[in-house]
């Protein structure tokens, strides 16, 4: 065994292996060198923070040691648990994974290559404790190539415009999270970091704060530029399913409306220039063409609305989801955790 696990092994204290307070999801792919100073790191900040916890790596199909290396450190620690991919499925589907298998009355998310400081975890969980239901982490000073910087503060300006969440840095893993906004939450292709934008449209309180964002020491980076396009793909469904998941006929109808008054002006000129000299013949003017085939696009626009209509509502009344989110009362978060833990020392322990 490692001599920095023995280390950490030899420190372990008693804890509740059910419903933490906190629980830290650590997001891995291909980061060996960087597991062994993180998690002593983690674990040091953990413990002084004086909270029940747990700590959850997601190994996202590491292929260079990371995961018989993370399979050792959950062998000889109660409170360190671990998902591991049969292959690469992104950031996306761990950071889904970590909010189904987490089991803390709040989610922290970092990523595994060290760059995210695990000294900021108290920091925004005094937000949560605030009254905050997302605390969002912001790396001002960012140590990454500018190659990286520029599209990113460009993608997040355009993402805070479209969403409406005044957010700075929306692409920063470091954030923590009430459960009770994650549950309803299922993340396709590289939403993850539109997060707090589906927590805003429910009623979630979300501020940000500052964090320490350090140089990467080891392995390399995995972005790359062909993400942002992705991102701002993903952006335009998100808009569409945040402002007219429960009312699609809006957005249809009001694209329809505006077709429309675009083929009317386009059929009033031809009409126009048909009376008036130089007296255009109808056949021969483009205008004509333009406004028949905007609204028949409009018509198809209206019979998209009302599949779609249609398809929303079998949706919800199939599964009874309701078109509303409840905001659970702190004392009922409370009773539930409590309910929870007593529940738990009558079971054993879940396996890793």
Known sequence: MPGWLNWHVA??????TLSPELSVVVLVFNEVENIPPLHGEIIDVLE???RS???LYVDDGSTDGSTGLLEAVVAHDPRVRLLSFRRNFGQTAAVQAGIDHSRGETVVFMDGDMQNDPHDIPRLMEKIDEGYDVASGWRKDRQDDSIRVIPSRVANWIIARVTGVALQDFGCTLKAYRRDVLQQIKLYGEMHRFIPAYA???GARITEI???HRARKFGRSKYSLARTSRVMLDLMTVKLLGSYSTKPMYFFGFAAFGLWAIAFIAGAIVIIQKLLPPHVYAHNNPLLLLAVFLAIIGVQFILMG???ELSIRTY???QDKPTYVLREPTTMRRRNRTAA???GRQAAPPSS
């Open 11 to 16: 420190k372990l204290r008693k804890v509740e």
């Open 48 to 50: 002084a923070f004086g």
């Open 53 to 55: 916890f747990e700590l």
């Open 200 to 202: 805003s449209w429910a």
């Open 210 to 212: 500052e964090v320490h």
């Open 306 to 308: 009302l599949l779609a």
């Open 316 to 318: 919800h009344e199939s």
């Open 341 to 343: 833990v007593a529940n």
